[in-house]
T-cell receptor, first 114, second 112 residues
Framework: ETGVTQSPTHLIKTRGQQVTLRCSSQ?????VSWYQQALGQGPQFIFQ???????GRGNFPPRFSGLQFPNYSSELNVNALELDDSALYLC?????????????FGEGSRLTVL | DQQVKQNSPSLSVQEGRISILNCDYT??????FLWYKKYPAEGPTFLIS???IKDKNEDGRFTVFLNKSAKHLSLHIVPSQPGDSAVYFC???????????WGAGTKLIIKP
């Protein structure tokens, strides 16, 4: 059974650029969630995708967008990068929409915006 | 507005003793609580959860206690082992909701 994998693990961008982060969900999981974790803070919910549709979104601006593909892998896109976007971006998969069980997280993509 | 708070950034405990990690929340509508553990360079891993209809849940060395009137939960680890050294996050949600709301984490250090 393959776990959640994310790529790239580290990347550096400059302000104003765009970035795409990728996530492969765990086998058998149809739901993917993305979280942003700033230094010294807990993860903050960005959005969730279920069967290729966004079905929940946190308090993030529209320049944060995503996709889920038929194989349930997912992308997080961030446009017009700002310095405050520097963070660890975590992808999590789960076998259903509701969060009453565990989420399975990847190791994250650490984004630095200069 | 922090709805889930972990007021201790770090905690140091002797190996073999009990570790107690605390978490407070402000939203009385939360009905499901979870603890996750995170090692450096790894994603968080689920540890244990509790529904608001219970006040205690056990899984091996780990026990979570929920005090709804105080809006407080705690994670007890007995006995503490060196491999328990990690950052522990408390998270809360509403039943069948799609997002977790997390505390800032507590770094647990188990001393040999």
């Amino acid at each position: 059974e393959t776990g959640v994998t994310q790529s790239p693990t580290h990347l550096i961008k400059t302000r104003g650029q765009q970035v795409t982060l990728r996530c492969s969900s765990q086998s058998g999981h149809n739901t993917v969630s993305w979280y942003q974790q700033a230094l010294g803070q807990g993860p903050q919910f960005i959005f969730q995708y279920y069967r290729e549709e966004e079905n929940g979104r946190g308090n993030f601006p529209p320049r944060f967008s995503g996709l889920q593909f038929p194989n349930y892998s997912s992308e997080l896109n961030v446009n017009a990068l700002e310095l405050d976007d520097s963070a660890l971006y975590l992808c999590a998969s789960s076998p259903g929409q509701g969060v009453t069980g565990e989420l399975f997280f990847g190791e994250g993509s650490r984004l630095t915006v200069l | 507005d922090q709805q889930v708070k972990q007021n201790s950034p770090s905690l140091s405990v002797q190996e073999g003793r009990i570790s107690i990690l605390n978490c407070d929340y402000t939203n009385s509508m939360f009905d499901y609580f979870l603890w996750y553990k995170k090692y450096p360079a790894e994603g968080p891993t689920f540890l244990i959860s509790i529904s608001s209809i219970k006040d205690k849940n056990e899984d091996g060395r780990f026990t979570v206690f929920l005090n709804k009137s105080a809006k407080h939960l705690s994670l007890h680890i007995v006995p503490s082992q060196p491999g328990d050294s990690a950052v522990y996050f408390c998270a809360a949600t509403f039943y069948s909701n799609y997002q977790l709301i997390w505390g800032a984490g507590t770094k647990l250090i188990i001393k040999p």
